[in-house]
Structures are given as C-alpha cells and as structure tokens.
C-alpha cells in the first residue's frame, strides 16, 4: 500500500495475526478501536491521516468456547503478555506491536478487579472495558486486508459505527477528570464516524441499541458523553477534534462541524 504508514501496516499484519491465532473462536471476536473505524469510514476523506499503532477485540464470552484457551492460542502465535504495562489481555505481537483482548462490562461477573472470569481461560488473557457493549449488537463481517502486499486477509465481525461510537465516547467520557489520559485523536475519530455515517443511519442504529437490554445502559451513558462534551463547538470533544487537525487541516471547521453533528444527532434521536 504506497505511502501508507509503518505503524499502520505492522498493526494490521499483527491484526491478522491474532485473528488467525484465534480463529477457533472467530465466533466471539470482534474489531473494535481505530482499526475498525478506518474500515467503517473508508470512503470519507479527512486532513487527518489514518494512524494507529495497536489492535482492539472485543471478546463475545456468551460465544467463546474452551478450546485452546485463549492465553495458549495467543502464545501459540508469538503473542506475549505486556511486561511493562502487566495488564490483563494487553497482548504484544513478536514485533512489539499491541493487541488487547476484552470484554464488554455488561458481560462481566461483578468483581473488584479489572480481570474477567472467563474459565477455563486464564483471568489474565482479557480485560474488561465498559461500553463495548454495543458492539455485541451493532455488528457485521467485513474482509480484512493485509497492507504490505503479502495478500494476506481474513474475514472477522467488526463492530459498525454506532457501537464504535459508543465505545469511544465511553473512552473519551471517562477520562474527562484524567486530562493527562485524553488523546485528541480519539475525539477525531468521532468527528470521522459522524461525517461518514448519515445521521439517519447512525440514529436508527442507537436506536435499536438503546432498546437492547445488553446495550443500553452503555448506550444511555454514551449519548450523555455526547451532549457534554460535542453538543458545541466550545466543548472539550469538540475543540480536541479541532486541535487535532491543527497543521495538516481546519481546527475550527472541525470543531463547528462535529458540534453541528453532534446536535443533529442528539435531535434525530430526541
């Protein structure tokens, strides 16, 4: 893929890595995070180039069955446990590259750790994360390509733009008292699922996911993120979309644009 970015191209071989290491249970995994956004909002162009370093999978553990384990099909493939951050299912390729297995909230048996019960699994192979609950709903097989020419794909359920944007209103809202953990890029990225996806399509999808009872405490939450931090273009979401574009494109277009979606939004579902 000429001039496509290192980092990019390294992430989507260890994407495939994983996704073969886990073919077994093909029925349980989806693509979640940046690289799922980029396949979902594919035919919108942005002043902001595609950039992403690591690999997200939302593990569906009403679907995974017990063989191979989860950390022997992962170590199996080169794949080891992150030494330095030592968090559960933060998984690091042969080449250093991330890729982090987990589990959405809802599916979680309440306990006071971040490390899922998930037997026979190991309780270190996955973590869970809140408001990737949609994406047990909002789903669809998409073809994944290989981007440095060895002709390499795989078909894998990837999360589509309402549950990818409930996720990461989840990321950016529950990071609004820890500045030090925002990424303006994340709010870039719902800039991206808004322009991409039609308000009307994005709103039937919220729907239906509000009206799921897996999905919609994440869901409810997601679109109170949503107002607080995008509904104008002085907001925090809003004005970190902005800077984000800041050398390479228009940060106040940016800003006025994902606020103006936002409320579009937030009316059609009203």
Do not use: C
């Not at 349980?28 to 595609?50: M, P």
């Not at 107002?227 to 494109?249: K, P, S």
């Amino acid at each position: 893929m000429p001039g496509a970015d290192n980092l990019i191209v390294e992430a989507r071989t260890a994407l495939l890595d994983a996704i073969a290491a886990l073919e077994a249970h093909k029925a349980s995994v989806i693509l979640i995070g940046a690289q799922a956004i980029y396949l979902r909002t594919g035919n919108a162009t942005f002043a902001l180039a595609e950039a992403t370093k690591d690999s997200d999978l939302a593990i569906d553990t009403r679907e995974l069955g017990e063989d191979p384990l989860l950390e022997e099909a992962m170590t199996s493939a080169g794949f080891i446990l992150n030494p330095v951050s030592q968090q559960p299912g933060a998984w690091i390729s042969p080449n250093g590259i991330p890729v982090d297995l987990m589990v959405p909230e809802h599916l979680w048996l309440r306990q006071p750790t971040r490390r899922p019960r998930i037997p026979p699994h190991s309780k270190h192979a996955a973590r869970r994360a809140a408001g990737l609950e949609a994406a047990l709903i909002d789903q669809s097989p998409m073809t994944i390509d290989s981007l440095n020419g060895d002709g390499r794909s795989a078909v894998i359920n990837v999360a589509g733009s309402a549950a990818l944007l409930v996720a990461k209103l989840h990321k950016l809202g529950e990071r609004v008292d820890t500045p030090d953990r925002l990424n303006d890029k994340d709010a870039h990225d719902i800039y991206r699922l808004l322009v991409a996806t039609e308000t009307h399509d994005l709103a039937k999808s919220m729907q239906r996911l509000h009206a799921d009872e897996v999905s919609h405490g994440a869901t409810t939450r997601a679109l109170g993120y949503l107002e607080q931090l995008f509904a104008n273009a002085d907001a925090l979401g809003a004005t970190m979309a902005g800077r984000a574009e800041e050398g390479v494109g228009q940060p106040d277009t940016v800003s006025a644009s994902v606020s103006l979606l936002a409320q579009d939004l937030l009316s059609a579902l009203a």
